[in-house]
């Protein structure tokens, strides 16, 4: 099979009358040969290959009419072929066995084909078609116990119900239970690898076992089915070497995914070929009828994809892909059919004002996902700095590559083609090509509408949320995040440089520069006790477990741990050891996650230090004694002086109060009320900068001793002259508010200060 093709590209050439052509043909065309299996690369514009494809649906040699069946027609074209002296130009694939001319061999071939008997097939697999470099790969038929790479080529085999001939794959099917559940319960195919994207050193150890256990029952791998060449990672001459076909599906685009199902399905054998023309059939007629639609849209849809949460889609990735073949205009601008990372808020600003939607594909499993869960990811930190944030649309990439193409079509042009009508589209699919998503459900029937999430937008989330109304909450997330960023010491701390993240005043973080997954999250919910309580519920069946690098996950034990709270960290044992942690609790609206990780470990220091930057500490002082050693006498010219000590004075909370409590000096010690100190210290920011307060000028406090606070004085300009003092103040753990006003008279800066000052001193000298 490999001298008749050289020979024939060779001769090709020579008829160009040109010397050089022919040393040109020679170069571009690679020849290796492993056992049961010879592969060619043929660059599609080079010599006679630029419009092979042009001849046929299914590129298989054997396949003379060039449709998407090798049947009895294709038998009858030969042997008119052969009777006629038909040229071979006319119908290429009908060369069976590509020695350059059509003979009754190629019949025999042809008829065992039909029959499902063992014979060689060649074809050209989906190397890189974009490109025209075609790729001839000769292999064993009826093909069994194939390879799959990733979870979508995975799902391409269950479309067309050939998992039955899938002897291994690697996917991570653990995060799609519902999805993958047929493979999983077949009894047949064998996870040899779990690595998403490519296959690793683990990956490519399970796949040589997986053939030593075949050859022992007198088989072998028949291929290893892979979208690219990064899908093989670094074990491309390695898969070569062993003698294991690799044939390169496009899994995921649009189009060509649907003729990899009928290339793969018939290359399987007859029964696997009908399945894979009928589900084929379906899908295609369905994808020209939303194209005939989307076709007479003058006014596109422009679009970015996102995909792992923050990547940004090239132009020729099956993401943009997808949103192309359901009418949009791609506008990433990005090269290349791969993606590029997030790296700052510029990547995605640059969008801003050109675009109408970001799909964000992520494969999320068949069934129901938590929308706040998707649009609070810490992923989603760069694109919410995006003009167009409300504008994401969340696509579950679990759902057939047709069934993307239509939901992303609904929300494109809704009065064309209606969610309803992609509901009822994908609830056919299931019927007929994913039956096994009914054993999935209690009620053994798999609704669409409400046993999984197709497409997520905005709304979903502020309805998840409870509605457009935004918290209502005197805690202030941005205060918590302030407070964390400032008081950590971040050395050694995995993703440093952190920073301070601000969504608005429901949302806040710190999160790293690097983009990695480490965080401080503090958000308001309707709710908080309820999603602290999930999160608990989920920590407690960690807590006592082997981590999966090695170490026990072990509960924070901690003086500083509050009593709504729940915290466990690990010390890996690995090579790559490194120390990590989650930590959780919620004060009144505000519900607030951690996770960070350290190397080589953290350190009960490192725990403490976490969690007294995450939440204030209780004041080691008196607050009762703090407020007798103040001198009450700096109040005597207060209104309603004189002032004395609230008798529910503790150790704990104290108040300094005027004869009718009116105005006041408060102490408190308690570790939530830091947070009541920064919500205040922020609305006396805002006040000291004001142009009037009740008539007067407002001037800000400074310090005075306190480790942080705020603060204004005013003397007001109406008739009934007063002066006012609002101060909030933190020092040693204590929380201080005062509230005090003078009638008749005016304050001035040095009375000011004198008495923040002598507050101050109240706690610092304290014993």
Known sequence: MVLPLIGRLIIGCMDQSNSKVMIIAIAVIAVVAIAGAAVFFLNGNSGGGDDILEKTKLPIYGNANGDYVIDSK?????????ASNTPLSDYPFADADRDGKVTSNDVSIVKKIIAGEKTDVTFIDQYDLVA??????TVEYPLKDVVTQNADMLLLTMMIDADDQVAGYVANVANYPNEFYKVTHNGISKQVGSTARQIAAADWVGIKNLDVELQEKGSKIGAILVHSDQALGDYKDDIIAAGFPIIYLRCTDPIYSLDAAVLLGTLLGPDYSKKAVSFCNDCKSTLEEIDKKVSKVTDKKQFISLCMVCYIAQDESQYTKLGEQAGGKGMAD???????KLQDVEAI???NDKIDYMLNCSTQDCTNVDPIELWEDPGCRYMNKSTHFEDMVWVNMSMPVSCRVMYVASLFYPDIISEREADSYFQNIVDNYMPYLHDTVDDEYFDVTKDMFTLIDYQDYLDAKGGDEPVASDVVPASIATHFYDRMDWTGFSGEPFYVEVTDNQLARVVPSNGGNYYL???LYKDAAAKFAETKAKYESVIGTESAMGGTNVKIESPYALENSIGYYVNTTNSDSIGSMHYAFYYKECFVEIKLAKKPSLS???????????????GQKSALESARSFDLGLFENMKNAPYTIDASSDSMVATIASTDGKYYVIYDNNASAFLDFEVLKEK?????????YMGGKPKAIPLNGFEDGSGFWANTTKTDLFGMIQFAGYIDGCYVQIYIRMDYSTLDDDSVNEIVSSVAESIAGTA
């Not at 009960?604 to 209780?618: F, H, K, N, T, Y």
């Open 334 to 340: 990005l090269p290349g059919n791969t993606s590029v």
């Open 349 to 351: 600003t640059k969008y």
């Open 604 to 618: 009960q220091e490192d725990i403490d230090m976490i969690l007294l930057a995450a939440w204030g500490v209780d």
């Open 74 to 82: 294709d038998i009858d074209l030969i042997n008119d072929m052969i």
């Open 132 to 137: 025209g470099k075609y790729r001839y790969v």
């Open 521 to 523: 999250e503090a958000q």
């Open 684 to 692: 006396y920011i805002e006040k000291a900068q004001q142009d009037d």
